[in-house]
T-cell receptor
Framework: RKEVEQDPGPFNVPEGATVAFNCTYSNSASQSFFWYRQDCRKEPKLLMSVYSSGNEDGRFTAQLNRASQYISLLIRDSKLSDSATYLC????????????FGGGTRLMVKP | DAGITQSPRYKITETGRQVTLMCHQTWSHSYMFWYRQDLGHGLRLIYYSAAADITDKGEVPDGYVVSRSKTENFPLTLESATRSQTSVYFCASIGFGQNNEQFFGPGTRLTVL
């Protein structure tokens, strides 16, 4: 089993739709969780950190489920500009500054 | 605020040649990382550095060498490039936020012929 797993997609959704991605992780000692956005041929950019209590930033909501070892990203009112690949990242527990990345989920928002 | 820069942005080289990819950050961040990104493998850690003169191997270090004589620079050298090292290379550093978020440079697209 991979340390961090994501459904590669693509998720094809119409503008205005709500879409959710999950990311599962295997290291129960992990303490830090992140969602990154990556546009084609560009660097990953931090979208948001994921806190135990959940985190909301505008149309984006991230949640953590420690019992089932997954994090989620919810995007409401999808825009064309949300089309990108979304990477989750999880720290390696006792190696706090090292991250393991999932393979990414591709989102395509259609008019 | 230049942030984190990489050079060159694109490089074509031949098998067996030595290649050095540069990474420079203006934030004085302690931790820096080198990743490669390939289809089907995602981002994989090559090497990382906790501070000047402190480096350690990541997941896929074979064929690569790093150094960190100054906090702001973290060059990655391919001692004898192979075709399997054709990839996109990203440098990253950790910010000062409480969650240790990593921030990435723009990447170097390397092709080994």
């Amino acid at each position: 089993r991979k340390e961090v797993e994501q459904d590669p997609g693509p998720f094809n959704v119409p503008e205005g739709a709500t879409v959710a991605f999950n990311c599962t992780y295997s290291n129960s000692a992990s303490q830090s969780f992140f969602w990154y956005r990556q546009d084609c041929r560009k660097e990953p950019k931090l979208l948001m950190s994921v806190y135990s209590s959940g985190n909301e930033d505008g149309r984006f909501t991230a949640q953590l489920n420690r019992a089932s070892q997954y994090i989620s990203l919810l995007i409401r009112d999808s825009k064309l500009s949300d089309s990108a690949t979304y990477l989750c990242a999880v720290n390696k527990g006792n190696a706090g500054n090292m991250l393991t990345f999932g393979g990414g989920t591709r989102l395509m928002v259609k008019p | 605020d230049a942030g984190i820069t990489q050079s060159p942005r694109y490089k074509i080289t031949e098998t067996g040649r030595q290649v050095t990819l540069m990474c420079h950050q203006t934030w004085s961040h302690s931790y820096m990382f080198w990743y490669r990104q390939d289809l089907g493998h995602g981002l994989r850690l090559i090497y990382y550095s906790a501070a000047a003169d402190i480096t350690d191997k990541g997941e896929v270090p074979d064929g690569y060498v790093v150094s960190r004589s100054k906090t702001e620079n973290f060059p990655l050298t391919l001692e004898s490039a192979t075709r399997s090292q054709t990839s996109v290379y990203f440098c990253a550093s950790i910010g000062f936020g409480q969650n240790n978020e990593q921030f990435f440079g723009p990447g170097t697209r390397l092709t080994v012929l």
